[in-house]
């Protein structure tokens, strides 16, 4: 039962790839049959060969040959040098058929694989770790093009040579044939048992690539983590521990390969053991000719060849199964949230967001429970609460990275599970929490939401992000390469590029998740006053701790433990004596600031 | 060099030569021994089996005639016996090579792991993390194969060739030289093509490492990517990028089969000559038949092995792209280590001073200048001032992440460039802007800041930051599985753990880097009772924007201007109605 579906796996997988082979079909179909006729020509040149040698060395009128057919012989040997030139240029072109075809398929699977990844949801990415991808879009899909390029064409071509050679043996004589095919059905029961031995190794050992992959991706990019514990040691470690079990299970899959080896080389080896034996005998009883005989002997590497080739290619096609497995678990993997990505004619929403009774899960936990609010265009609403009480799960639901588990999350009074998700996308600019910038220039990670912005433009935004005048001071500014996660950057500097990037798009809906958390105050003043006098319609949503930062507030919503428990303006919110005005007097503790200190009536 | 981007290749600063394969011969070497008995029995397992057509030869002109079928078994037993022997002999090489390859890639890769520990912030800084994630795991992949059995393939190719040249010239002199006529040909083709070869993979090395640095990016930038609904400029970026290493490969591969195809036809032609040379030109008198019978197998047996060295030489230059790679990682210079006789830092008490110091992460570009400050044990010091003005930059001098330009830096008189970096950082606990959580248990990452502690201890860490009731609402409590880019935590979250590392390493020195930014204000006020126990007796250094938090420290040092402005308590400096003094007030005005 287990072996069926395995085959029939197999078999799903086998499709798949043709599907995949979609435009080069014809180009490969053309790469298998020229391999078919350029392994038959592998036959031509031994026979040219020796009919000079029949001709004109050891047949009995050779001298004689040698003197009147000389021009026989030079067509011979030109026609050895043609038939070779004829030979190895079509295996030239073959083979670079079968390179551009594996390739071009490689490249349309690779794409494919990088759209559905970049298709993937947040929970997806909750799953699967970096190193793991990276494993299947390099390694894995690596393989599969190793097979195509290299391991179906060997397949074809052995099975050319060894039909070819039985037929040729079979016109010469079935009996002896069909002794020389004795040792085929040990060979393949070998070949079956070793196939099945040695398939779950494949699987273990790719596990064990990824898992190298992954501790050594997390290393690096966690390097700053390691170096500030002084855990270098203990990174060494893992790292050496991964790379033993990597090491360690490529040696087993290799020596189970070795079990079976000697095996099925001295079968194949056998096939002149048989010849020798059976065609004696024959020769002996008259049964054959010697010239019959030396027919067998010469073409029996076409044979016994491709019967040792069996074993390399079961070894490569079980790790080639192991590995497309795992790139069509990716290819097939729906996430929740599909981007179609066929808007054309992207609306400009008003801005309009409402939350009716929304409840969200996370896993088991209930992070957001009946939460309802209304905010309207061009209101800015400041959302505060405590660590882990739901504030940047809110600002997530708007832009559909995560489904609400009861309720609706309207914008333009549309549920958001309506509307195109582009377009929603399209109306939203968002500056998260962990700051993430691209290695790209300063300008081209400000432009990173609108990749045609021009350079003033990125420099106004700058300004208004409070960002123009450290730029400046960059020795190339604007030009200044940051690396990826923008290090070589201070938080502050990181945020307020973010922030640069979430402007410059000028979308009506603009969402801040506590993106001033690591700017100075002054700083943030001006860029509180910046988000104030934006030149274009804007609806804000703005996550913060800091009162200073909510004051300025239409509204602020606390939230605490999930539950939307204060709601009003920083005056409001004051007299209500609640979360927010303990908050407010832990910050301004000391300063001593009075509780009627100014801000949004 | 200027910072590497996904899609600009890396130039190779030094080209590669002999000395880079004298290297790789360190690694070979320590497998010396297990290599020259692999080569042994090749050698022999070879021998053995060349007896097998000797075998088959005398029962053709002996046994077989004289129709002695007790003697054709006799044969055939001994036949199969070679080959038994002779395949045994080749598992046994295999078994030894196998292990021989993956030692020694696994000793390049450690070391190139090892290396890259002990590389400054500055590497990581310049390029794309996909870029040196390639190098460790797919690059030193490739070449396992080519250092390995590449290179006992290669002597045992070369012998086979001597043996068969020397057999060849014993059976004739003038023909030998026919067959040997084809070798100039092919060095001059294999010279036309090798530079080119060579350029070729280096082209195929550098696209598929963009290739990667791009993936790598993409998968880390996901969320950025999908907020700004880039997927469809991203593909075309990414694609790009594909087509170019597609381009480059089938560059490689055309320059890579132009090589059987010249040994194929040179090989043919030579026999060719052979048979017109031996038959028609020579005088047929003093040329037996057998002698050119012999010759012209000859000629298609001593090309074979050139064949097969041309293609090992194929997977030579395709590995060479990749090792000079791995070669230069290795070269790569550590800016900060260790010097030579570095003594281990003493227990410390905690007394932290600066002496002139100047700094710049490029040179000429101070990012600090003649800075002096004088810390006495268990003082808590805030560092504020405007972002960028360099006060990480401080905090990152003290735990030696960069050496300065000029002056010293003391910790409890001990001159910090002077001793071990381990026994240095151990001391210290840092926490940085960047909250890292490593995939695994929430456990696994508080106990990375004290890999012996014991699970109570990490719990009272977690308690003592107010993070340990939001723990144990996960369903496994202190075993929920968490990673790097994970939503299950917040931001705050994400800082508290952080923060529970730094406390469970028990550091004598406490850097805070914006270590609570992201923490609302009521846990922040209960995080801080129980951090004023935790800090007395430590020196603490705190970056906060958070005027709360800085009014508490011992001293307040305003970073600005490449200096030190203002440096006193609290009330001193509002006393002073400087720099500080505005700030505070900004605060006050403001809300």
Request: glycine share 6%; net charge neutral; aromatic share 10%.
């Amino acid at each position: 039962m287990k072996e069926q579906t395995e085959t029939g796996d197999q078999m799903f997988e086998l499709k798949w790839l043709w599907q995949n082979l979609e435009g080069n079909r014809t180009r490969y179909i053309l790469a298998l049959c020229l391999s078919v006729v350029g392994s038959s020509l592998t036959i031509v040149n031994p026979y040219i060969s020796q009919r000079i040698v029949d001709t004109f060395i050891a047949g009995d009128s050779a001298l004689q040959n040698l003197t009147q057919e000389r021009q026989l012989l030079i067509m011979l040997c030109l026609g050895m040098i043609g038939f070779s030139l004829l030979r190895t240029g079509l295996a030239y072109f073959t083979t670079m058929q079968y390179e551009q075809s594996s390739q071009n398929m490689m490249y349309n699977i690779r794409i494919f694989l990088y759209n559905k990844i970049q298709g993937q949801d947040r929970e997806y990415y909750d799953r699967n770790r970096t190193g793991d991808l990276m494993t299947k879009m390099t390694g894995d899909l690596d393989m599969v093009r190793h097979s195509m390029a290299w391991i179906f064409k060997t397949i074809i071509e052995s099975l050319t040579i060894f039909i070819a050679a039985v037929i040729y043996f079979f016109t010469i004589d079935a009996q002896l044939t069909l002794w020389m095919l004795i040792l085929s059905p040990p060979i393949f029961i070998v070949a079956y048992i070793f196939a099945k031995r040695v398939r779950p190794m494949y699987i273990d050992l790719r596990e064990r690539l990824s898992q190298l992959n992954t501790t050594t991706q997390e290393n690096i990019s966690g390097n700053r983590v390691v170096k500030a514990f002084a855990r270098e040691e203990f990174e060494v470690q893992k790292f050496t521990e991964k790379n033993v079990n990597y090491s360690t299970a490529n040696k087993k899959a290799a020596l189970v390969w070795l079990d079976y080896f000697p095996f099925l080389e001295s079968f194949a080896q056998g096939f002149n053991v048989i010849l020798m034996l059976a065609g004696g005998l024959f020769l002996m009883n008259g049964r054959i000719t010697f010239g019959e005989f030396t027919a067998f002997s010469s073409l029996i590497w076409a044979i016994s060849n491709p019967m040792r080739n069996i074993g390399i290619i079961i070894n490569d096609i079980q790790r080639f199964f192991a590995s497309l497995s795992k790139i069509i678990d990716i290819y097939y993997a729906k996430p929740n949230i599909v981007n179609e990505h066929t808007s054309t004619n992207k609306r400009r929403y008003e801005g309009r967001i409402e939350f009716d009774h929304v409840r969200f899960k996370y896993d088991s936990a209930i992070v957001l429970d009946d939460v309802s609010f209304t905010v309207e265009p061009g209101e800015t609403i400041a959302i505060m609460g405590s660590t882990g009480s739901g504030k940047t799960t809110i600002i997530n639901l708007i832009p559909r990275f995560y489904d609400v588990a009861e309720g609706r999350v309207l914008v333009d009074g549309v549920d958001v599970r309506k509307l195109e998700l582009d377009e929603l996308r399209d109306n939203i600019g968002m500056a998260t929490q962990d700051v993430l910038l691209f290695s790209d220039t300063i300008d081209g990670n400000i432009a990173y939401g609108d990749p045609d912005l021009p350079e003033e433009d990125a420099i106004s935004f700058a300004e208004l992000a409070a960002a123009h005048d450290f730029i400046t001071k960059m020795p190339e500014g604007y030009d200044t390469v940051v690396g990826e996660r923008g290090v070589g950057l201070s938080g502050g500097q990181k945020q307020r590029i973010a922030l640069a990037r979430a402007l410059a798009v000028r979308r009506p809906i603009l969402i801040l998740d506590d993106t001033t958390s690591a700017v100075d105050l002054e700083t943030e003043e001006h860029i509180q006053k910046s988000l104030r006098e934006l030149d274009y319609p804007c609806t804000k949503i703005i996550i913060a701790q800091r009162v200073s930062t909510t004051a300025q507030a239409d509204r602020i919503l606390i939230l605490d433990n999930g539950k939307l428990v204060e709601e009003g303006t920083h005056a409001e919110l004051l007299a209500k004596r609640g979360y927010y005005y303990d908050v407010f007097k832990l910050q301004n503790e000391g300063i001593g600031r009075q509780v009627t200190a100014s801000g949004k009536e | 060099m200027a910072r590497n981007k996904f899609d600009v290749d890396e130039n190779l600063e030094s080209p590669f030569n002999i000395r880079h394969f004298r290297r790789a011969m360190v690694y070979i070497k320590r497998k010396k021994t297990p290599m020259i008995v692999a080569f042994i029995l090749s050698a022999l397992s070879a021998a053995i089996s060349l007896s097998a057509p000797l075998i088959m030869q005398h029962v053709i002109d002996v046994t077989i005639p004289a129709k002695a079928k007790l003697a054709l078994l006799g044969w055939a037993g001994l036949m199969l016996l070679t080959i038994v022997v002779s395949v045994y002999l080749a598992t046994i090489r295999s078994r030894i090579m196998t292990s021989v390859g993956q030692d020694i890639i696994f000793d390049i890769r450690t070391d190139l792991f090892k290396h890259l520990q002990e590389l400054p912030f500055k590497y990581y800084d310049d390029r794309p993390q996909g870029k040196i994630l390639i190098r460790v795991v797919n690059y030193v992949n490739a070449v396992s194969d080519v250092l390995s059995n590449g290179i006992i393939n290669f002597i045992l190719e070369i012998v086979n060739l001597l043996f068969i040249a020397a057999f060849m010239f014993a059976v004739d002199v003038r023909l030998s030289f026919v067959i040997l006529a084809g070798l100039p040909v092919f060095f001059v083709i294999m010279m036309l093509i090798k530079t080119r070869q060579r350029r070729a993979w280096q082209a195929v090395s550098n696209k598929s490492s963009n290739l990667n640095a791009y993936l790598q990016e993409s998968i880390s930038g996901i969320g950025v990517t999908q907020m700004f609904s880039r997927e469809q400029r991203n593909e075309g970026i990414f694609t790009r990028l594909a087509g170019n290493f597609r381009t480059e490969w089938m560059k490689a591969q055309r320059y890579n089969l132009l090589i059987p195809f010249s040994v194929d036809n040179l090989s043919t032609i030579v026999t060719s000559l052979i048979f017109l040379v031996g038959l028609l030109t020579l005088s047929p008198q003093d040329m037996t038949l057998g002698v050119i019978l012999a010759m012209s197998s000859y000629a298609a047996r001593f090309w074979q092995p050139i064949l097969n060295l041309s293609n090992l030489y194929n997977n030579f230059i395709n590995a060479v792209a990749y090792l000079e790679r791995i070669f230069e990682t290795l070269d790569e210079p550590v800016t900060v280590s260790d010097i030579p006789d570095a003594k281990t830092l003493r227990p410390v008490e905690g007394h932290v001073t600066f002496d002139d110091v100047t700094f710049a992460y490029d040179p000429g570009l101070n990012i600090l200048e003649n800075i002096s400050f004088k810390i006495k044990a268990g003082e808590s010091i805030a560092l504020v001032g405007p972002t960028g003005a360099g006060k990480t930059t401080v905090v990152n001098l003290i735990s030696r992440f960069y050496n300065i330009s000029s002056g010293k830096i003391l910790i409890d008189d001990q001159d910090i460039s002077q001793v071990t970096l381990k026994s240095l950082r151990s001391q210290m606990g840092i926490m940085l802007q960047d909250s890292f959580i490593f995939s695994g248990t929430i456990l696994d990452n508080i106990r990375y800041g004290k890999l012996d502690a014991t699970e109570e201890e990490v719990i009272a860490a977690a308690k003592a930051v107010c993070a340990d009731e939001f723990i144990r609402e996960f369903d496994q409590g202190y075993l929920t599985e968490v990673n790097e880019r994970g939503s299950k935590l917040s931001q705050g979250q994400r800082q508290l753990i952080s923060f529970a590392r730094t406390l469970l390493a028990d550091p004598r020195i406490l850097i805070l880097d914006e270590a609570t930014s992201s923490i609302d204000a009521k846990t922040e006020r209960l995080l801080q009772k129980g951090l004023n126990e935790l800090l007395k007796g430590r020196t603490s250094f705190i970056i906060a924007h958070r005027l709360s938090t800085v009014k508490n420290c011992d001293r307040i040092m305003y970073v600005s201007n490449k200096g030190i402005a203002e440096s006193g308590s609290h009330d001193e400096l509002i006393a002073q109605k400087g720099l500080y003094h505005r700030l505070y007030t900004a605060q006050k005005m403001e809300a």
